[in-house]
């Protein structure tokens, strides 16, 4: 089974390497940090029978990238691997054509189970996301009509999001800023405070939906 696997994360892809490693019958061909690269990359090699894709990236984001793929190679079975659960990303990843929505947190079984289910004409899906789905289907949103709420942040307070949105630590975040953990640290629970959230998941979620990040 030939797959790439599509993360601006090194770590990400490096870890998702180590899960599939345990399989023989897994070939991955390449790695791209960005959807702009995977279809450079794919101009010159479209032998893939999937990706692993992730949504969140600079660029082309997962989602522009999977409607980009579809379009011009069909045959590639794509699975979204992502941190976040969210319904907004899950109804978009479907409606570009994904074929199967995975967490990065699956165990390596699950990993290989749903690659293989999956280009034998299944959707890999965690049991979360399955049921996200089914709500979506029972209950229709239209994302686009959901009134964005008045928040502010400092552009200081938007750049440690985003970081954050990464899954990077408090200390990669400070390295990369220029800051101290503890200043990081002060940024996050202003954030908090403004979004009214309480965890990291939240504040990601609660940021894109109202295009903060």
């Known amino acids: 089974m030939k797959i790439a696997i599509i993360d601006d994360n090194s770590f990400l892809i490096s870890s998702i390497k180590e899960k599939l490693s345990f399989f023989e019958e897994i070939d991955i061909k390449f790695t791209a940090s960005n959807g702009a690269e995977l279809l450079e990359k794919l101009e010159k090699n479209h032998n893939l029978d999937a990706l692993l894709m992730d949504i969140e990236m600079p660029v082309l984001n997962g989602i522009e990238t999977t409607l980009a793929v579809k379009k011009k190679y069909p045959?590639?079975?794509?699975?979204?691997?992502?941190?976040?659960?969210?319904?907004?990303?899950?109804?978009?990843?479907?409606?570009?054509?994904?074929?199967?929505?995975?967490?990065?947190?699956?165990?390596?079984?699950?990993?290989?189970?749903?690659?293989?289910?999956?280009?034998?004409?299944?959707?890999?899906?965690?049991?979360?996301?399955?049921?996200k789905t089914l709500k979506l289907l029972r209950n229709p949103v239209d994302f686009d009509q959901i009134p964005k709420e008045d928040i502010h942040l400092t552009n200081r307070e938007v750049e440690?999001?985003?970081?954050?949105?990464?899954?990077?630590?408090?200390?990669?975040?400070?390295?990369?800023?220029?800051l101290s953990p503890s200043t990081v640290r002060k940024h996050i629970e202003n954030i908090y405070s403004k979004l009214q959230v309480h965890s990291k998941l939240e504040a990601v979620q609660k940021a894109k939906r109202n295009n903060l990040i």
């Open 160 to 178: 440690v999001l985003e970081q954050l949105s990464k899954g990077l630590s408090y200390k990669v975040i400070a390295d990369n800023l220029f």
């Open 75 to 131: 045959h590639i079975k794509i699975i979204m691997l992502t941190v976040f659960d969210n319904d907004e990303n899950i109804f978009n990843a479907i409606k570009a054509g994904a074929d199967g929505y995975l967490l990065k947190d699956v165990n390596p079984h699950e990993l290989f189970n749903g690659i293989v289910d999956t280009l034998n004409g299944g959707a890999a899906m965690n049991p979360s996301i399955a049921l």
